[in-house]
């Protein structure tokens, strides 16, 4: 086989290509899901961050076990919703988007994690973004504290 410039030029090219995507799938963020098994909005939000890059395992827990387990990591009762996840240390709380969650693991802010209370309509895994309704992105820190992390109006 000879090597001609043009096959040289198009082997560089597809490299070049191929590099980020290589990069990229090994970044990929890993976040452990805590769900009741018969939760459909669960699963829809699992599907959302999969599609967004990130490694997503998944464990079935269901009733006082799932909302002990809540407790025990840091959220306040009041900021609970259906289903919890843990990345790089940070607790994630039911319907977060996919770019709060990079913005709180690049940021690396000194906090138990991030929340979405209850389920809101249009929230990712909750619906079409276009019928929204308003909600928060709360912030939780260490310190029982909350503030708002990331605000979304309705659509």
């Keep these: 086989m000879t090597l001609t410039r043009r096959s040289m030029m198009s ?9 980020p995507l290589g990069v990229r799938a090994q970044a990929a963020p890993a976040i452990h899901v805590l769900k009741d098994p ?13 599609r967004e890059g990130f490694t997503v395992t998944t464990e079935d827990s269901l009733g006082t076990l799932l909302m002990r387990h809540k407790l025990d990591k840091g959220i306040p009762q009041d900021m609970t919703s259906c289903h919890t996840g843990e990345i790089e240390g940070y607790i994630i709380e039911g319907h977060v988007p996919a770019a709060d969650i990079r913005k709180l693991i690049a ?5 138990i994690g991030l929340t979405v209370p ?3 309509y249009g929230s990712p895994g909750m619906g079409p973004e276009t019928e929204r309704e308003a909600y928060d992105v709360i ?4 310190d029982g504290s909350t503030e708002v992390f990331t605000r979304y109006p309705a659509a």
């Design 118 to 120: 209850g389920m809101p």
């Design 139 to 142: 912030l939780i820190r260490k």
């Design 107 to 111: 940021q690396r802010p000194e906090a």
């Design 11 to 19: 082997a560089l090219a597809s490299f070049t290509v191929s590099v």
């Design 38 to 50: 018969n939760c459909g909005c669960c699963t829809g939000w699992i599907e959302i961050l999969r």
